[in-house]
């Protein structure tokens, strides 16, 4: 929040003001002796900004303020003197453990954050290599049934290319979350990007004889969205609903609209969720199902999100889904 020289002139400006405060109240001694200990102010500070290098430098010129301060009101008092160095020595070894302890946190900190990191990296590899492996083995097994000459050769390039069109669709979608959402805004009705998602589900429903009722309104709904992309989060979200339904189930999707708003409820009636997948909904590669890369959830969250938009979640086992997706009317900054 705070650039490196602001903190250094902070420092700076703090450990003078104290030495300052310092020589002004030598004469009242109870207010004197309370204003002394003020110095391990900037010590700390200087160590949990800088570590310990910062503590010692910051402990230098603090050193240097208080020495200024005893040689200009000098007295030859033994027991003065031993204060006073008692009081350096003090706050040298407190400055000290202050940075040591500072940066041994710091160091234990990187290398919980690397190992999380490399942790990271090994489950997003696993998780690839896992959705990749299937259709692979599918790809090589009917190449190797061509070249034998075995079986129905148009059945297996059939296969064959299904299963490369699955695997591009996991690359694109390791892609898509690792990029930043470029989202083009235009104005328009945007009962179309939600009909062309509905019309997009409609194979998979009607295998599962699961309906999809659009509610929407009788005019127009303008507002200024990347059309492509919410038709995709829309895609994911309702491709939800219909894994989560029955067979002869209904899914509601309703499209509202206020002043400043636009609300889009995906309804099903299905199996619903409990608390723990609700809070990994939108986690990378978290699914429940037996196919896809558990990315689906994460990219429609980063699109919605891409257009200034909340998702809300209301879901319980056994009694259904409801998603309410708010989009405001026109995103901030266009």
């Not at 700076?12 to 309370?34: E, N």
């Not at 400055?95 to 954050?113: C, H, I, M, P």
């Not at 200024?224 to 894994?243: G, H, M």
């Not at 723990?276 to 959830?297: D, Q």
Request: proline content about 4%; hydrophobic content about 45%; overall charge neutral.
């Amino acid at each position: 929040m705070f650039s490196r020289w602001s903190k250094i002139v902070f420092l700076f400006v703090f450990s003078v003001s104290i030495a300052w405060l310092h020589a002004m109240l030598i004469h009242d001694q109870i207010t004197h002796s309370v204003v002394e200990e003020l110095y391990y102010i900037p010590l700390l500070l200087g160590a949990l900004m800088f570590g310990l290098r910062g503590a010692l430098l910051t402990y230098l010129l603090v050193s240097v303020l208080y020495l200024f301060h005893v040689f200009t009101n000098w007295e030859v008092v033994l027991l003065g003197w031993v204060d006073r160095i008692q009081h350096l020595l003090f706050s040298g070894v407190f400055t000290f453990l202050a940075g040591y302890f500072v940066d041994r946190e710091g160091k234990s900190r990187k290398q919980l954050e690397k190992a999380q990191y490399l942790a990271g990296i090994g489950k997003v590899a696993t998780t690839i290599v896992h959705d990749l492996k299937n259709p692979l083995i599918t790809v090589l097994g009917f190449t190797k049934r061509m070249k034998e000459n075995k079986g129905n050769i148009n059945s297996a390039i059939q296969i064959i290319m299904d299963s490369a069109e699955s695997m591009q669709r996991i690359v694109d979608d390791v892609l898509d979350f690792a990029k930043p959402a470029r989202l083009v805004f235009k104005e328009g009705d945007i009962q179309i990007p939600l009909s062309r998602a509905c019309q997009t589900c409609m194979t998979k429903a009607q295998e599962k004889n699961i309906k999809l009722i659009p509610h929407m309104p009788t005019n127009p709904v303008k507002a200024t969205v990347d059309a492509f992309q919410l038709e995709r989060a829309l895609v994911n979200f309702i491709c939800n609903a219909i894994d989560a339904s029955g067979t002869g189930q209904a899914i509601n999707i309703l499209l509202s609209h206020g002043q400043d708003y636009i609300a889009i409820r995906i309804q099903d009636h299905g199996a619903g969720m409990d608390r723990e997948t609700i809070e990994n909904m939108f986690t990378p590669f978290y699914s429940n199902k037996n196919n896809g890369t558990g990315l689906g959830m994460p990219i429609a969250k980063k699109i919605i999100e891409g257009h200034e938009g909340t998702i809300n979640i209301d879901s319980h086992p056994g009694r259904g889904t409801e998603v309410l997706i708010r989009l405001p009317g026109s995103p901030r900054g266009l």
